[in-house]
């Protein structure tokens, strides 16, 4: 008699449980075909946490919130045609795909701006390095994996995975050198990601269930520091006899010739370079960014009674250092742990009150 009414207790849950679910899945659809962000909308929140790359944050927001305008549009008539199922809508929907490339030093911003984005807009994000695929070396199990990765992130909404935003590390490490013969696996997996950008479907077993996913609707943003490209495209410039900044000349043809397809080059029609990280910006990141690595240290010790403050002329100190380093905002969090791990040791629970560092408390501590 127990057993049985604890079954039906138990059935009751499940069908709750799978009720809530089925009205999140909705919703978390819902909310991307209401998309409704102008890019302006989106670079002002972008700019609360990405200092400087005015340009890069203005021509990211702008492709984000296009493509999910045109996708809120493509679904809603999609939707329409097919009675409301989605599955159908997915498949059906066309939606031309402005594919973002980003080339910058490292730590200037590439991954986090565009994490940062997806943020914004609320759809998932995932990274993903392409050095490791070039040992895997073959497509499906690559699109598998993201695929995978995504419909994780997504807390297994498949509809939504398929409409989330992945990032691909490091492309520039997957170029050829042109030589015919040499870096033949940095040429296949060239051609294989062409396949993934455009749109790959794969199975995707979970469970007793079976899963149809691809990445047809799937934004991607790739990124590399691309070293030396400039001085390709500075070459190419005086040989068209361009003057003017060489970051507004990038073409494909640039990329063919540092190694690239031509073909992969042509699915990624945005291009934007970033700018090397100044003092000046990275002084910023520390005092304006709402995800400042200087505030999450304020923030830490303030939970100790702790008041951390530090002198301007200390900040510039911490952002020269930063600089030096070369390894863009990175840097910072490495300075500033430097500067405070004594303290951090020391303090809580010997002391309240305030912590200044000043020019000669750095020295003190970096010496
Ligand atoms: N412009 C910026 N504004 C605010 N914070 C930044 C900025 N650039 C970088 N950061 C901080 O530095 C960290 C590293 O930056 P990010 O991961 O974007 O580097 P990246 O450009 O992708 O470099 P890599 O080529 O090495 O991958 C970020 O997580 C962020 O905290
Ligand atoms: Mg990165």
């Known amino acids: 008699m127990n057993d049985r009414l604890s079954d039906e207790k138990r059935q009751l849950i499940e069908e709750k449980i799978r009720a809530q679910r089925a009205q999140q899945t909705s919703e978390a659809v819902q909310n991307i075909i209401e998309f409704n962000q102008t890019p302006a909308d989106l670079k002002a929140q972008m700019d609360r946490f990405v200092i400087g790359q005015t340009k890069g944050k203005k021509v990211i927001a702008t492709a984000i919130a296009f493509h999910y305008k045109r996708l809120a549009n493509a679904l809603k008539e999609a939707l329409i045609e097919t009675g409301g199922d989605i599955d159908i809508a997915l498949r059906t929907a066309k939606t031309p795909k402005a594919n973002i490339l980003l080339v910058g030093p490292t730590g200037c911003g590439k991954t986090y701006s565009s994490a940062t984005a997806s943020a914004l807009v609320g759809v998932p994000f ?4 392409l050095t490791r695929f070039s040992e895997v ?22 509809h939504v995975a398929q409409m989330g935003i992945v990032y691909l590390d490091e492309i520039d490490k997957i170029a050829t050198d042109g030589v015919a013969f040499k870096d033949v696996s940095g040429k296949g997996v060239q051609k ?7 749109g790959v479907e794969n199975s995707i077993e979970i469970g007793r269930e079976r899963i149809l996913l691809s990445t047809r609707h799937v934004l991607f943003i790739a990124g590399g ?15 068209q006899n361009y003057t003017g900044d060489w970051q507004d000349y990038l073409l494909s043809e640039d990329l063919v010739s540092f190694g ?81 791990i004594e303290d951090m040791y020391d303090l809580p629970g010997n002391y309240t009150g305030e912590l200044v560092v000043d020019e000669n408390y750095m020295q003190a501590r970096l010496r």
Do not use: C
């Open 260 to 340: 690239m397809e031509r073909q992969l080059m042509g699915r990624f029609p945005v291009k934007i370079v970033y700018d090397a990280l100044t003092s000046r910006d990275l002084r910023r990141i520390m005092t304006r960014s709402e995800d400042s690595p200087l505030l999450a240290y304020v923030e830490d010790l303030r939970a100790w009674g702790i008041e951390l403050k530090f002198t301007d002329a200390a900040l510039s100190e911490v952002a020269r250092l930063a600089q030096r380093e070369g390894t863009g905002a990175r840097g910072l969090t490495g300075i500033l742990h430097r500067v405070l």
């Open 126 to 129: 995932i990274e993903e390095d």
């Open 192 to 198: 294989g990601l062409l396949k993934l950008v455009e």
């Open 225 to 239: 520091a691309y070293e030396n490209l400039d001085q390709l495209v500075k070459k190419r410039m005086q040989k």
């Open 137 to 158: 070396g073959y497509v499906g199990q690559n699109a598998n994996d993201i695929l995978v990765d995504l419909l994780l992130i997504a807390g297994g909404n498949p």
